[in-house]
């Protein structure tokens, strides 16, 4: 029987897993800490009760894809919930928009011309998404099976963010998609800023931004489960530095950063691809914290208290400018801060009438001062007595960001800068980004295409990868 090691036990090092064990191989999965899930981890990180997750919070991109259609996560306890709105953006005295699953119903509610936009945009792009989806969930080097569906989504994506945000005409709907744009992590300015905004925006509409019951632990607990009935396994509290650790199975894949990959592979990795990985870029940090919060969030902008997603930087202007700065590697007064209110769509993670509230701010990589007290005041800004309403806190800054998954290299949660060409080319220009030169070994983190999410496609990419150069005849 062939045998595999996985290093690392995120989504997508699970899904690697699944995969090669329900091919019939013999496969273990290291685990450096204690507990398991990578991004995917949920804990009690306040009061007794209120289950926070620690990283992924929804998941847009996980509800539909070659991974979730071949194996049955459901079976195996996972099971997604969504809320009313899928995500708002509130501005000052009560001002603000917020998306919905109906295109049409998020179009209305704009101004006229806004709204027409939104639907030129958004509702063609919602109509092809299951066929561009399947374009991109794979590296971009590739021949597509859907070309005129991907170059149409291609042409607003490659805009910059700033530009497309600007084809709308009101505050509201400039703020709207300004908001969702700012996932890149990307100064508003650059080429292809927007492709994550648009991308994530029409997920919004064709499969919500769902979050797991449970926590998003339920997410790679499911994983570990169904891995178990292929025969696999999870060891935690292994920590691997170097492939002479392992007992030379047939395949080795890595879920960890490109450069920690060009550290353990060594010299068995060809120098010119060690070169590479160990160049390749990543993008700013974050700063997180988790509240208890009694009587949830009184947000000015009634939308955004039924909105499992909350984006707080007001108008488009000011986001632009705290993307800027940060991706110069200065700290801006009023960062642009991620809200999640999962406990909308799953009330099992509260306590009564106090629950738990998912925040991070972006900063730059490597910050190493104390953000809470601008994220609160951003929140306070649009809900007005809400710090009146914080029973406990629970911090993790940059580098404890690090510590947590050392795969977020100077804070960074999406493993690796959406600039341009590392989006096309990550981790490296080549037809098969997994495989790193050494036979049988593979990169499977979300370095690698189509890059961060609890999808688990790196991985299961990945797998396919390993088992096709394993007996090509086979699969």
């Known amino acids: 029987m062939s045998s595999a090691v996985v290093v690392g036990s995120g989504p997508n090092g699970l899904a690697a897993a699944v995969v090669l064990a329900s091919e019939g191989l013999d496969v273990r999965v290291l685990e450096a800490a204690e507990t398991p899930g990578g991004g995917t981890r949920s804990s009690e990180l306040t009061l007794p009760g209120l289950l926070h997750d620690e990283c992924s919070a929804a998941h847009p991109l996980a509800v539909d894809t070659p991974f979730s259609r071949r194996f049955d996560l459901g079976a ?23 998306v919905v699953r109906s295109v049409d119903d998020t179009a209305s509610a704009l101004d006229e011309r806004d709204g027409k936009r939104w639907r030129s945009l958004f509702g063609p792009l919602t109509e092809r998404f299951d066929d561009i989806a399947e374009d991109f969930m794979r590296p971009m080097l590739h021949f597509p099976s859907h070309p005129i569906k991907l170059a149409r989504f291609g042409i607003p994506s490659g805009m910059p ?9 009101t505050a509201n709907a400039q ?43 339920s997410i790679s607990q499911a994983m570990i489960s169904l891995l178990e009935s292929f025969g696999g396994r999870v060891e935690t509290g292994v920590r691997i530095e170097t492939l002479e650790e392992l007992d030379s199975p047939d395949i080795v894949m890595l879920d960890v950063a490109p450069a920690a990959a060009a550290r353990i592979v060594g010299d068995r990795m060809p120098g010119r ?14 700063f997180k914290v988790e509240f208890a919060v009694e009587g949830g969030v009184p947000w000015t902008h009634e939308e955004s208290r039924a909105a499992g997603t909350v984006h707080v930087g007001g108008g488009r202007e000011e986001i632009e400018a705290s993307e800027k700065l940060v991706h110069r590697g200065r700290m801006p007064e009023a960062p642009f801060v991620l809200v999640c209110q999962q406990y909308l769509a799953d009330r099992g993670r509260s306590a009564g009438d ?16 104390d953000a809470t007290g601008a994220i609160e005041a951003q929140i306070e800004r649009f809900a007005p007595g809400f710090r009146d309403r914080i029973l406990a806190r629970h911090v993790r800054s940059v580098a404890e960001m690090e ?9 960074d949660v999406v493993t690796g800068a959406n600039d341009p060409l590392q989006m096309v080319f990550r981790p490296r220009a080549a037809l098969d980004p997994y495989y790193l030169g050494a036979p049988g070994v593979y990169l499977c983190s979300a370095a690698t295409p189509p890059g961060a999410g609890a999808h688990g496609m790196c991985g299961y990419n990945a797998a396919v990868s390993a088992l096709r150069r394993l007996d090509p005849s086979s699969f």
């Open 161 to 169: 963010a700033g530009l497309l945000a600007r084809r709308f005409q």
């Open 76 to 98: 195996h306890g996972l099971q997604w919930r969504w809320p009313e709105v899928q995500y708002s953006h509130p501005l000052d005295d009560g001002a603000g928009a917020a």
């Open 273 to 286: 691809i060690s070169r590479a990985l160990r160049r390749f870029r990543h993008g700013p940090g974050t």
């Open 175 to 217: 703020a709207l998609f300004a908001g969702v744009a700012a996932h890149a992590f990307r100064p508003f300015g650059s080429p292809m800023s927007s492709a994550i905004g648009v991308t994530l925006g029409t997920a919004a509409h064709r499969y919500g931004w769902p979050v797991a019951e449970g926590g998003s632990r």
């Open 354 to 369: 106090v629950h738990p509230l998912y925040s991070y701010a972006h900063v730059p990589a490597g910050y190493d001062g």
């Open 403 to 411: 510590q947590y998954n050392p795969n977020y290299v100077g804070g």
